[in-house]
T-cell receptor
Framework: EAGVVQSPRYKIIEKKQPVAFWCNPI?????LYWYRQNLGQGPELLIRYENEEAVDDSQLPKDRFSAERLKGVDSTLKIQPAELGDSAVYLCASSLEGAYNEQFFGPGTRLTVL | KNEVEQSPQNLTAQEGEFITINCSYS?????LHWLQQHPGGGIVSLFM???GKKKHGRLIATINIQEKHSSLHITASHPRDSAVYIC????????????FGKGTKLSVKP
């Protein structure tokens, strides 16, 4: 069974440019998470979806970040415009419905903003 | 103060050594997770536990709910165990979201 798929794996952009990350969760997993992980730190939750509904986006910087999961399956996270401080690894994870289940992580997208 | 604290931050061991990584937390939890992250970013779940002890191969995880403390042990360590080990908790106050520690970077030398 395929795991969580993310693309791209690496992205280098200049500041003020837009960038988008894509995630396809494990089949049957209704809960999807986007995390940001800064160097030397643990991941921090940006947004959690239950199906197509964003049930927790309290940590998402809404002035420049947006996310969607239109059909309740794959998801896109966008930054526009990117800032130097956005350089990090962006991780997607999925789980069976509800936040108390084991999460399965994708390989992440390493973003470098120059 | 972070809600999940790990120690040590960095650990270097010789192949074959017994390794212990500690995790303390300050919130009420429904479960504690140990995760492994190799260079390149991908995270793998090792254990999810809410009481007692779990074993998988050379890895053992224990938790003491009263003391709010967990340990991850690696027996007969090997260079392929080199990775960052992350402790995370699912707390009752976080609506089920994971709260992560900063991780322990383990390097096992041959």
């Amino acid at each position: 069974e395929a795991g969580v798929v993310q693309s791209p794996r690496y992205k280098i952009i200049e500041k003020k440019q837009p960038v988008a990350f894509w995630c396809n969760p494990i089949s049957g997993h209704n809960t999807l998470y986007w995390y940001r992980q800064n160097l030397g730190q643990g991941p921090e939750l940006l947004i959690r979806y239950e199906n197509e509904e964003a049930v927790d986006d309290s940590q998402l910087p809404k002035d420049r970040f947006s996310a969607e999961r239109l059909k309740g399956v794959d998801s896109t996270l966008k930054i526009q415009p990117a800032e130097l401080g956005d350089s990090a690894v962006y991780l997607c994870a999925s789980s069976l419905e509800g936040a108390y289940n084991e999460q399965f992580f994708g390989p992440g997208t390493r973003l470098t903003v120059l | 103060k972070n809600e999940v604290e790990q120690s040590p931050q960095n650990l270097t061991a010789q192949e074959g050594e017994f390794i212990t990584i500690n995790c303390s937390y300050s919130v009420g939890i429904s479960a504690l997770h140990w995760l492994q992250q190799h260079p390149g970013g991908g995270i793998v779940s090792l254990f999810m536990l809410s009481s007692g002890k779990k074993k998988h191969g050379r890895l053992i995880a224990t938790i003491n709910i009263q003391e709010k403390h967990s340990s991850l042990h690696i027996t007969a360590s090997h260079p392929r165990d080199s990775a960052v080990y992350i402790c995370a908790v699912t707390s009752w106050g976080s609506q089920g979201n994971l709260i992560f520690g900063k991780g322990t970077k383990l390097s096992v030398k041959p």
